[in-house]
């Protein structure tokens, strides 16, 4: 059975360890910046668990107005939790979990917890191959973005809640 929950710092390991598996190592972001997200924003911060175990996250920020290719906003710079517009940093599922659907339930149960706290936009960056997954929630294309992490091009969605 899945469950959802908001963070706490004693998640950082475990979230890290999940990060670090799931994304290429110049992608993923690292223990301290996880640590950051938990304890500058955790209600941005979603656990998926199964079993008390801690399976996927989806991490974020709020903003007024939305710069994707802003790097400090990754360490929450310039984040505002009254903002109406989420910023996604990451959306992650243990690599054992993958290809089960959980990153659907995940999305769904983020996207519903920024519809009930009345946020008007939910913003993120992905890779080509991932765009068709965005589009299937409602997520528009926006275009290329002009953020270059780890050499590869990433493109920026947006959904209106």
Not at 8 to 32: M, V
């Amino acid at each position: 059975m899945l469950t959802f929950r908001q963070a706490t710092i004693a998640d950082t390991d475990r979230c890290f360890e999940i990060e670090s598996t799931a994304y290429a190592s110049d992608e993923a972001a690292s223990r301290e910046k996880i640590a950051l997200r938990i304890a500058q924003y955790p209600d941005g911060f979603l656990l998926m668990e199964t079993g008390n175990r801690i399976i996927g996250f989806i991490n974020s920020g709020c903003a007024e107005n939305v710069v994707m290719s802003d790097e400090q906003f990754k360490q929450l710079i310039g984040h505002d939790p009254a903002a109406p517009n989420v910023v996604i940093m990451s959306v992650v599922v243990d690599p054992h979990y993958q290809g089960c659907g959980y990153s659907v339930r995940l999305m769904q149960q983020f996207i519903e917890l920024m519809r009930r706290r009345q946020k008007q936009a939910i913003y993120l960056m992905c890779k080509a191959e991932y765009i068709r997954f965005y589009e299937k929630f409602g997520y528009r294309y926006l275009k290329p973005s002009a953020f270059k992490h780890g050499g590869i091009s990433w493109y920026e969605m947006m959904l209106a809640l």
